[in-house]
């Protein structure tokens, strides 16, 4: 039962760097998103999915891109690496409304 | 656009005390609700869930919440909590079987010996 993957666990970025995060699902949900989470804070979501090549903006997309070319797979692209981005990222799906199911998340750090 | 009120950003109780974490949402339409809870260093895994029927349900680790259309609240109660139970609690909801689940800021619960 893999669930919602992410890979990387852990990532240390230089300021300027890029990298993309990973995220993958083998529930065949519509929905999926991204969100981060700073010590001490709620999620922000960062971008957010429908289906298969549809995404959208959520509260703190500045900085980052998605792209949904199938199902299973949302990777989140960060071009500029900034140390306010320096976080925890989880990604989700759902089957539409209902509930979300997880990853374990990503612990970024920008230096 | 719906969203969720967490007013307790930190609950601190005593080890096999009561308590309750309370969340308000606005939406004048049907809703789902959502409790989740993520423990340190984890990521968040659903504690229960409100879709229809009863307006009381309840989680297997003692956790019960009640749906209040009236109130717009849907707050999490445990008559006496345990040591395990110190994390982090989102409420959670979406308007429709077709919108996306919008969190609340999440309520900080620690539990003293």
């Known amino acids: 039962n893999a669930g919602v993957t992410q890979t990387p666990k852990f990532r240390i970025l230089k300021i300027g760097q890029s990298m993309t995060l990973q995220c993958t699902q083998d529930?065949?949900?519509?929905?999926m998103y991204w969100y981060r989470q700073d010590p001490g804070m709620g999620l922000k979501l960062i971008y957010y999915s429908v289906g298969a090549g549809i995404t959208d903006k959520g509260e703190v997309p500045n900085g980052y891109n998605v792209s949904r070319s199938t199902t299973e797979d949302f990777p989140l692209r960060l071009e500029l690496a900034a140390p306010s981005q320096t976080s925890v990222y989880f990604c989700a799906s759902s089957h539409e409304g209902f509930e979300a199911f997880f990853g374990q998340g990503t612990r970024l750090t920008v230096v | 656009a719906q969203s969720v009120t967490q007013l307790d950003s930190q609950v601190p109780v005593f080890e096999e005390a009561p308590v309750e974490l309370r969340c308000n949402y606005s939406?004048?339409?049907?809703?789902?609700l959502f409790w989740y809870v993520q423990y340190p260093n984890q990521g968040l895994q659903l504690l229960l869930k409100?879709?229809?029927?009863?307006?009381l349900v309840e989680s297997i680790n003692g956790f019960e919440a009640e749906f209040n259309k009236s109130q717009t609240s849907f707050h999490l109660r445990k008559p006496s909590v345990h040591i395990s139970d110190t994390a982090e609690y989102f409420c959670?909801?979406?308007?429709?079987?077709?919108?996306?689940?919008?969190f609340g800021p999440g309520t900080s619960l620690s539990v003293i010996p």
């Open positions: 529930m065949n949900h519509n929905y």
């Open positions: 939406s004048s339409v049907s809703v789902y």
């Open positions: 409100y879709l229809s029927g009863s307006t």
């Open positions: 959670a909801v979406s308007v429709t079987s077709y919108d996306k689940v919008i």
